[in-house]
């Protein structure tokens, strides 16, 4: 049923999921090796000429960026990525957040999550200042 759609939100696409699959603890556990160490703070850098910021992680596979959309300004995220899961964390005020894509709109609350398929283009605008996070697969190339 959503293979139609372009920005899907997780909780739309949680409805047409099948159940999580329980496996025992025991099971869990014996692919699971824990190692505690001391946490490494992460600090972002800004990416010249855009509302985002990236932070470095130790994973080559994984990439976060915050991204600070000002009131009245418009965020665009190219087709040259992979999927993207984009997340609103926090407003100044309440403001209207938007997620467009091609012909569609979804309205954004707090706390809303978004799938981003790979190589959709996407638009974020906002009312009043927003603070996105997004997870995605670092860009690789020249």
Same mark, same amino acid.
């Given at each position: ?8 939100? $997780? ?9 999580? @699959? &329980? &496996? #025992? !603890? ?6 699971? /090796? $824990? ?6 703070? &992460? *600090?972002?850098? #800004? ?13 080559? /596979? $994984? ?7 000002? =009131?009245?300004?418009? *965020?665009?995220?190219?087709? =040259? ?6 997340? !609103?964390? =926090? ?17 954004? @609350?707090?706390?809303?999550?978004? %799938?981003?398929? *790979?190589? %959709? ?22």
């Amino acid at each position: 049923m959503l293979k139609n759609c372009v920005l899907v939100t $997780f909780a739309a696409a949680w409805k047409y999921a099948p159940p999580p @699959r &329980l &496996l #025992p !603890l025991d099971v869990l556990l014996a692919n699971v /090796e $824990f190692v505690g160490k001391e946490a490494e703070t &992460l *600090h972002a850098s #800004p990416i010249g000429g855009t509302p985002e910021w990236v932070y470095n992680t130790p994973a080559g /596979e $994984f990439e976060l960026r915050r991204i600070e959309v000002a =009131a009245a300004q418009s *965020h665009e995220s190219g087709i =040259a990525y992979s999927a993207e899961i984009v997340i !609103l964390v =926090a407003t100044e005020a309440e403001p209207r957040v938007t997620a467009v894509s091609g012909d569609q709109t979804l309205a954004l @609350r707090k706390g809303d999550a978004i %799938l981003v398929p *790979h190589g %959709l283009a996407y638009t974020i605008t906002a009312t009043a200042p927003a603070r996105l996070y997004k997870a995605t697969v670092p860009a690789t190339g020249p």
